[in-house]
């Protein structure tokens, strides 16, 4: 059972994280025009944040949740293979459109696959398995826009986001293999009633608010290593330095997953590791060279495999049976609109070059650590 699950989250996740580069590449390879291609790739990213509570109440309320999550992570596949079909043959409004649609699909395929766990396992499996599936999301992160960037070179962009497509579809199928019960009640909870629980629970409410300051500062990496890869003559060091924090995640979601430290309390680890993750950005300024930088990426980045995995097993634990899909759905849309803004703001900050904002995002972590431990602490 666990390695279909781990396949349904793989394929729906290299979907999803190869789709932010495939329309991108589809989009210039049939119209050649770069606007439209970050238009199309944020009309597919933006409805992540803004359908989570959406598509997560849905979920909760469904008596059979199979059928609904095999219809829309199979519906964000369709979606993702219409646009690389018919990018430069429709209309841009049409394709759009599409690719909002497959957007609105997508939270499922994500923190909603994740919220299924507490189900599909026994207590003392779970967090094993949240820290392999916390794995999936980096193994998609790590691969998905390299694979798709190889494909389109060899074969066209077209034929990659049909691949993804196709790869989102089967997970939709695999879905409907997993025993998920049929449920008695159907939930009647308002959309706003996951904002509710996050906010009214305590623990949910330290870690959401923590771990969305903490995706603020990794919006940031992307201009960052860009940043650090000028500053060391080295043009590579961009995506090596990116590589390297990933990898670092995908090694600690492992090494958790074969022991997990702090299960009993998996808030404080949240917090913990957001703490460790400061320590090696802060110093990253202070070294010569790539090397010793990638050594501190890679360090920084194997605290985030922790965390994640642990953030799992805080919702699963605190968030109410009515809204538990939707508190999974909706912390996931917290944190890609943190990233957003995080991102955004580097880009206002990027005078200050890449030490500054090394030094930044490093105070960012830190200071969510210590604000979610004082918000654990208050009665």
Same mark, same amino acid.
């Given at each position: ?29 049939? %119209?050649?025009?770069?606007? =439209? ?19 997560? @109440? ?28 018919? !990018? ?32 599909? =396992? ?17 193994? @998609?992160?790590?691969?998905?826009? @390299? ?20 790869? +989102? ?38 870690? %959401?608010? !923590? ?5 603020? @500062? ?67 300024? =202070? ?14 980045? =194997? ?9 799992? +097993? ?31 703001? !580097? ?33």
């Amino acid at each position: 059972m666990i390695y279909r699950y781990l396949t349904v989250a793989a394929l729906a996740r290299f979907a999803d994280e190869g789709a932010r580069v495939a329309l991108v590449l589809v989009a210039l390879d049939a %119209t050649g025009s770069a606007l =439209f291609g970050g238009v199309l790739a944020g009309a597919f990213m933006v409805p992540h944040v803004l359908a989570g509570p959406a598509v997560g @109440a849905l979920a909760d309320r469904a008596r059979r949740r199979a059928p609904v999550y095999a219809l829309l992570i199979g519906g964000n596949g369709v979606a993702i293979a219409l646009c690389g079909l018919l !990018a430069g043959v429709a209309p841009h409004a049409v394709v759009l459109v599409i690719a909002v649609l497959g957007g609105c699909c997508a939270p499922l395929g994500t923190g909603g696959l994740s919220s299924l766990i507490k189900e599909l =396992f026994r207590p003392e499996r779970r967090d094993r398995v949240y820290g392999l599936d916390v794995m999936t999301y980096n193994l @998609a992160g790590i691969c998905g826009p @390299a694979v798709v960037a190889g494909v389109a070179q060899l074969a066209g962009a077209r034929l990659a986001t049909v691949a993804l497509g196709a790869g +989102a579809v089967t997970a939709g199928l695999l879905v409907l293999s997993l025993p998920l019960r049929r449920r008695e009640f159907t939930g009647g909870t308002a959309l706003t009633a996951g904002f509710g629980a996050i906010w009214r629970i305590r623990p949910l409410r330290a870690v %959401t608010v !923590a771990t969305g300051l903490g995706a603020g @500062a990794y919006g940031a990496f992307p201009l960052v290593t860009t940043l650090l890869a000028i500053q060391y003559h080295a043009g590579y060091a961009a995506g090596a330095l990116l590589s390297a924090a990933a990898i670092g995640g995908l090694t600690g979601s492992l090494l958790y997953a074969r022991h997990p430290v702090g299960a009993r309390r998996p808030e404080r680890t949240v917090m913990i590791c957001l703490l460790a993750s400061a320590l090696p950005l802060a110093a990253v300024p =202070f070294v010569p060279g790539v090397l010793p930088a990638l050594l501190l990426f890679a360090a920084a980045g =194997f605290f985030v495999g922790p965390q994640s995995a642990a953030l799992f +097993a805080s919702r699963d634990r605190h968030a109410p049976p009515a809204v538990h899909t939707q508190v999974f759905t909706l912390g996931a849309g917290l944190k890609v609109t943190a990233s957003a803004l995080g991102a955004a703001l !580097a880009g206002y900050a990027a005078g200050a070059g890449p030490d500054g904002l090394l030094l930044a995002a490093a105070g960012v972590y830190a200071a969510a650590g210590a604000l979610g431990g004082a918000l654990l602490l208050r009665d």
